[in-house]
């Protein structure tokens, strides 16, 4: 829908000067004909071309039903004899910019999709390609191409070189858009971060106590709690009563409340008493 909304609304301004609206109606000519006429699915875009025209008293907007292959309908007007050569290319800089509407309103597409952003021009032949590379690096934008179909397909996926194109254009309202899109995809990636972040924090917290009392297990019934110093007692009862809390949350439940760094200091001392113990215990097994 952005791609269609953005060309209606382009198609309903015209320029003021009228040799903007001569390389208008020329750029609609070069990118839009299809064997002796202009042809495109959006009606806006027909009957800007049609009113563009000199001959328009006896010209129409013919309508072409849906086919199985294009399922939109298509609007075709004839094209005079005088447009159907390629002109010269524009001298004013202004002119090219109007080049470049032109061929976005015949040629182009936007999308702002799950997987980027994407502006592409696809044109019927090379002589065409590169008279509209031409124009846009004229105007400063450089474009990758590619091919599809038997057709070249020039584009463009940053979303910086994107939206300054189109507001080189004068689609504002496509820009604004644009921006909306990008804000909120950014928003729910943060949010996905953050949610993937505190996840792994918590399975890391879990690991670790999991861990923890494991060790203070083997400690209460290879050496006994009670034989523990006060704090390293205290800190082994927290953990066996509460298995899930962070260290923080174990340091609040202390009396007094101690920080996360003497938490993590007294479980370490622990962990470091199990691993002597084991070792004792299994050099006993040896002498035996």
Same mark, same amino acid.
């Given at each position: 829908?952005?791609?269609?909304?953005?060309?209606?609304?382009?198609?309903?301004?015209?320029?003021?000067?009228?040799?903007?609206?001569?390389?208008?109606?020329?750029?609609?000519?070069?990118?839009?004909?299809?064997?002796?006429?202009?042809?495109?699915?959006?009606?806006?875009?027909?009957?800007?071309?049609?009113?563009?025209?000199?001959?328009?008293?006896?010209?129409?907007?013919?309508?072409?039903?849906?086919?199985?292959?294009?399922?939109?309908?298509?609007?075709?007007?004839?094209?005079?004899?005088?447009?159907?050569?390629?002109?010269?290319?524009?001298?004013?800089?202004?002119?090219?910019?109007?080049?470049?509407?032109?061929?976005?309103?015949?040629?182009?597409?936007?999308?702002?999709?799950?997987?980027?952003?994407?502006?592409?021009?696809?044109?019927?032949?090379?002589?065409?390609?590169?008279?509209?590379?031409?124009?846009?690096?004229?105007?400063?934008?450089?474009?990758?191409?590619?091919?599809?179909?038997?057709?070249?397909?020039?584009?463009?996926?940053?979303?910086?070189? /994107?939206?300054? %194109?189109?507001?080189?254009? $004068?689609?504002?309202?496509?820009?604004?858009? !644009?921006?909306? #899109?990008?804000? +909120? @995809?950014?928003?729910?990636?943060?949010?996905?971060?953050?949610?993937?972040?505190?996840?792994?924090?918590?399975?890391?917290?879990?690991?670790?106590?999991?861990?923890?009392?494991?060790? /203070?297990?083997? %400690?209460?019934?290879?050496? $006994?709690?009670?034989?523990?110093?006060?704090? !390293?007692?205290? #800190?082994?009862? +927290? @953990?066996?009563?509460?298995?899930?809390?962070?260290?923080?949350?174990?340091?609040?439940?202390?009396?007094?409340?101690?920080?996360?760094?003497?938490?993590?200091?007294?479980?370490?001392?622990?962990?470091? %008493?199990?691993?002597?113990?084991?070792?004792?215990?299994?050099?006993?097994?040896?002498?035996?």
């Amino acid at each position: 829908m952005i791609s269609a909304d953005t060309k209606d609304a382009l198609a309903r301004e015209l320029p003021d000067e009228r040799h903007c609206r001569d390389s208008l109606l020329a750029g609609l000519s070069v990118y839009g004909s299809i064997d002796g006429h202009f042809v495109t699915h959006r009606n806006a875009v027909a009957r800007l071309f049609w009113s563009l025209l000199e001959e328009r008293k006896v010209q129409a907007i013919e309508t072409r039903a849906p086919t199985r292959l294009q399922r939109l309908p298509t609007f075709a007007v004839r094209l005079p004899q005088r447009l159907r050569a390629i002109p010269p290319k524009p001298i004013r800089k202004c002119d090219r910019l109007i080049e470049v509407r032109a061929a976005f309103l015949a040629c182009g597409s936007l999308a702002a999709g799950a997987r980027g952003y994407h502006l592409e021009f696809v044109v019927r032949d090379e002589g065409v390609a590169t008279r509209l590379t031409w124009m846009l690096r004229s105007n400063g934008v450089a474009v990758k191409e590619m091919h599809r179909k038997g057709r070249a397909v020039l584009y463009l996926k940053d979303f910086d070189a /994107i939206a300054e %194109l189109l507001t080189r254009i $004068g689609a504002f309202a496509a820009v604004l858009r !644009l921006e909306d #899109v990008r804000a +909120l @995809r950014e928003t729910k990636n943060r949010i996905h971060r953050l949610v993937n972040t505190e996840a792994a924090n918590l399975q890391r917290s879990a690991q670790a106590g999991a861990q923890q009392r494991r060790v /203070i297990e083997f %400690l209460q019934s290879a050496y $006994g709690l009670s034989r523990l110093s006060p704090p !390293l007692r205290e #800190v082994a009862e +927290l @953990r066996l009563l509460h298995p899930d809390e962070s260290l923080a949350e174990l340091g609040r439940r202390c009396n007094p409340p101690i920080g996360k760094p003497t938490i993590s200091s007294r479980l370490g001392a622990l962990t470091k %008493l199990a691993g002597n113990l084991r070792g004792m215990q299994g050099s006993a097994k040896a002498a035996r």
